[in-house]
């Protein structure tokens, strides 16, 4: 079965850490693009990360130095760590597969959401006081 599941989430205190994992089973993921998306309650699904399969990584500004992306092809998986953690963090965390392998933009510069060939299906990560 082709997949991508998550794990990693939960509650965690506001000021921590935490590692989301992306693992991917059916399918050689090392040639593949692995974005990362969240999505609040009652907002839309918002880009935050992509590493390619080279190995470049991108980062929304907005979470530059606290968001880090990283993949292991070894491993089939890739990660996303956040650190200080902030109550804007809380949301479900959603990992896709890009068989191009490299990171895709739109015009305003956001990630892709678009013709991910893989989405996993989710992991809530909420930032408790």
């Known amino acids: 079965q082709v997949q991508l599941v998550e794990s990693g989430g939960g509650l965690v205190q506001i000021g921590g850490s935490l590692r989301l994992s992306c693992v991917a089973s059916g399918f050689t993921s090392d040639s593949y693009a692995i974005a990362w998306f969240r999505q609040a309650s009652g907002e839309k699904r918002e880009g935050i990360s992509c590493?390619?399969?080279?190995?470049?990584?991108w980062i929304r500004d907005s979470e530059k130095g606290r968001f880090t992306t990283s993949r292991d092809n070894a491993g089939n998986s890739a990660y996303l760590q956040i650190y200080n953690l902030k109550p804007e963090d809380t949301a479900v965390y959603y990992c896709?597969?890009?068989?191009?392998?490299?990171?895709?933009?739109?015009?305003?510069?956001?990630?892709?959401?678009?013709?991910?060939?893989?989405w996993g299906q989710g992991d809530q990560v909420i930032a408790s006081s």
């Open positions: 896709a597969a890009d068989p191009r392998g490299y990171c895709r933009f739109e015009y305003d510069k956001t990630l892709t959401k678009d013709e991910y060939a893989f």
């Open positions: 590493i390619a399969s080279d190995g470049h990584t």
